[in-house]
């Protein structure tokens, strides 16, 4: 066994394979049928996957699922969703129906503003810097519209340029911060090109300004966009009089709404439930980036320090009674793109856009956050009333009967019986050994 290899990023794909196989697995013929078994029949759909990354071996399903009956801002949606976990989507249908018939959901993007920095040491006269920045902020800028110019066309570019002293968190620390709009674009390599040609103009200037050289230069560290856009926000909600919530699993409505308010109470107080309560948000919101081509991890990280924003990690959502009329909402920071990266190289993100009649950005970010509010609702009215197993076990159940290799009958008795008996994979096969 071999573990390690110069240049395994110049073999072909097959000798990839090959190498991968034989040098980390007990039986290289089947784990090689495996991974070419995921290979798309269509050789250039593959080539196209291929090369998204780098040392492509093969394809990784995850299962897309749609959820019909959203209304948002009076217009219908089917929103689709890649997701591994069961009952998401489910969940997603059950609350779009459940609000499609009181009235939808209301949406609306507060800011689009993205964030890029230069960050730098300088120890020298702060006064001396700022005055440099002053000077040379618009040739900086004019500089850089020999990139910012198409965008501009699209409505986009840069926004603002400021100095920003970090000194007293870190000694002689600086940045120049930046503030954009990329349109309809996520906007990463915009904003990381337009950061670097300016931090090129800079040191530029810094070479032929005699002030900032006597004082020591500026030492630039690195200059790259922040996933943190608390400017770049959404607000979604669901309202409606207490009394149209209707019983729920038994409970009154006045009763239901005040859990509802609690539980989001809990989760404002508590970071244990938050964090919770916040990745039930993340379910929809996730399936959606994903579904549309984003990238999920640049809103994760965004979406969590803005839930961090007050010093405590806190619910994102909101849930009041104010005169008899329940109100659940929820403000997320979005960074999406519907134009760009993966949106027209991906046929399935293109099919995904195309189901929610192509959006542009500002409807994407409302869409997205609407999947947020729709399964946070669903959990909470899951948990305050029959708890979240219920609805859990029956799709961990079929699970367990797919792994079981159960039949199409075992399956439906096996919905039947074990709607009254506890769920576990020893339970399973007792029952199918003895069907
Ligand atoms: C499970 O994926 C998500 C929940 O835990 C969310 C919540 O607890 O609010 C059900």
């Known amino acids: 066994m071999k573990h390690s290899i110069e240049g395994f990023s110049k073999l072909s794909k097959a000798e990839k394979v090959d190498w991968i196989t034989k040098n980390y697995f007990n039986h290289p013929e089947e784990a090689k049928t495996l991974l070419t078994s995921y290979w798309n029949q269509n050789n250039e759909l593959q080539k196209r996957h291929d090369e998204f990354i780098e040392n492509t071996l093969s394809n990784f399903y995850l299962p897309l699922g749609v959820a019909p009956n959203f209304i948002i801002n009076g217009k219908n949606y089917t929103l689709p969703m890649v997701i591994e976990e069961s009952s998401v989507v489910a969940a997603a249908g059950n609350a779009a129906k459940y609000w499609s018939q009181r009235g939808g959901f209301t949406a609306k993007v507060l800011s689009i503003d993205k964030v890029g920095q230069i960050h730098f040491f300088y120890k020298g006269n702060k006064a001396s810097l700022s005055s440099f920045v002053a000077t040379h902020t618009a040739q900086w800028l004019e500089k850089v519209r020999e990139i910012s110019a198409k965008m501009?066309?699209?409505?986009?570019?840069?926004?603002?340029?400021?100095?920003?002293?970090?000194?007293?968190?870190?000694?002689?620390?600086?940045?120049?911060?930046?503030?954009?709009?990329?349109?309809?674009?996520?906007?990463?390599?915009?904003?990381?090109?337009?950061?670097?040609?300016?931090?090129?103009?800079?040191?530029?200037?810094?070479?032929?300004?005699?002030?900032?050289?006597?004082?020591?230069?500026?030492?630039?560290?690195?200059?790259?966009?922040?996933?943190?856009?608390?400017?770049?926000?959404?607000?979604?909600?669901?309202?409606?009089?207490?009394?149209?919530?209707?019983?729920?699993?038994?409970?009154?409505?006045?009763?239901?709404?005040?859990?509802?308010?609690?539980?989001v109470a809990i989760a404002k107080v508590e970071p244990y439930r938050a964090v919770t309560h916040n990745k039930g948000i993340m379910n929809g919101v996730d399936a959606l980036v994903i579904a549309t081509g984003n990238d999920f991890r640049a809103i994760e990280a965004g979406v969590h320090a803005f839930a961090s924003r007050s010093g405590r990690y806190s619910s994102l959502s909101e849930a009041s009674i104010n005169n008899g009329q329940f109100t659940m909402e929820l403000t997320l920071p979005l960074a999406l793109g519907t134009v760009g990266g993966l949106t027209s190289l991906h046929p399935m993100v293109k099919w995904s856009l195309e189901l929610l009649g192509n959006p542009n950005a500002e409807e994407l970010m409302k869409i997205i956050a609407v999947a947020g509010l729709a399964q946070n609702f669903a959990a909470l009215r899951s948990l305050v009333t029959s708890g979240i197993q219920k609805g859990h076990m029956k799709m961990h159940l079929l699970n367990i009967l797919n792994q079981l290799g159960a039949n199409e009958q075992q399956k439906v008795k096996a919905l039947v019986y074990f709607k009254t008996n506890t769920v576990s994979v020893q339970a399973v096969r007792h029952y199918l050994e003895n069907f």
Do not use: W
């Not at 800079?202 to 943190?228: A, H, K, T």
């Not at 979604?236 to 009763?255: F, N, R, Y």
């Open 152 to 263: 501009e066309t699209r409505g986009g570019g840069i926004k603002s340029l400021t100095l920003v002293d970090k000194t007293a968190d870190l000694p002689h620390y600086y940045q120049l911060h930046l503030t954009f709009s990329t349109a309809d674009a996520m906007g990463a390599n915009f904003i990381n090109s337009c950061l670097e040609h300016i931090a090129k103009s800079v040191e530029i200037s810094v070479i032929n300004n005699s002030v900032i050289l006597n004082e020591g230069g500026i030492d630039i560290v690195l200059c790259i966009l922040s996933n943190y856009t608390p400017n770049c926000l959404v607000h979604v909600q669901v309202s409606c009089p207490i009394e149209d919530l209707g019983k729920q699993d038994k409970m009154e409505a006045s009763i239901f709404a005040k859990k509802l308010v609690q539980a």
